[in-house]
């Protein structure tokens, strides 16, 4: 079994920063692109960053300039710096990883990790 596990997240004030981290750990063989979602109340899940196994990455317009996504492949480990944070950053943040499991190399498998809740509030 493969689990994802995020950390870091909690309550900001306006203009400040907060880092979040997924691990992904079990049996697995490699770990190829990885994300992070966002999902405020009420409101769909929405696509904020992702990252290739090769450091590749892309970014929602409404976090270009101020998230910065990275990886360490030899932690399976993933991280997201949000920085000038705004209240509508205000969500739960999921990571997902795409996952080849170390006994069936030859899949795909697509996890999700439990959510952290990053609030912005003064």
């Known amino acids: 079994q493969v689990q994802l596990v995020e950390s870091g997240g909690g309550l900001v004030q306006p203009g400040g920063s907060l880092s979040l981290s997924c691990a992904a750990s079990?049996?697995?063989?490699?770990?190829?692109?990885m994300k992070w979602y966002r999902q405020a109340p009420g409101k769909e899940r929405e696509l904020v960053a992702t990252?290739?196994?090769?450091?590749?990455?892309t970014y929602a317009d409404s976090v270009k300039g101020r998230f910065t996504i990275s990886r360490d492949n030899a932690k399976n480990t993933m991280y997201l710096q949000m920085n000038s944070l705004k209240p509508e950053d205000t969500a739960v943040y999921y990571c997902?990883?795409?996952?080849?499991?170390?006994?069936?190399?030859?899949?795909?498998?697509?996890?999700w990790g439990q959510g952290t809740q990053v609030t912005v509030s003064s």
């Open positions: 990252v290739t196994s090769s450091q590749s990455t």
């Open positions: 079990g049996s697995i063989f490699s770990v190829n692109v």
């Open positions: 997902n990883a795409l996952v080849a499991p170390g006994q069936t190399p030859w899949r795909r498998n697509e996890y």
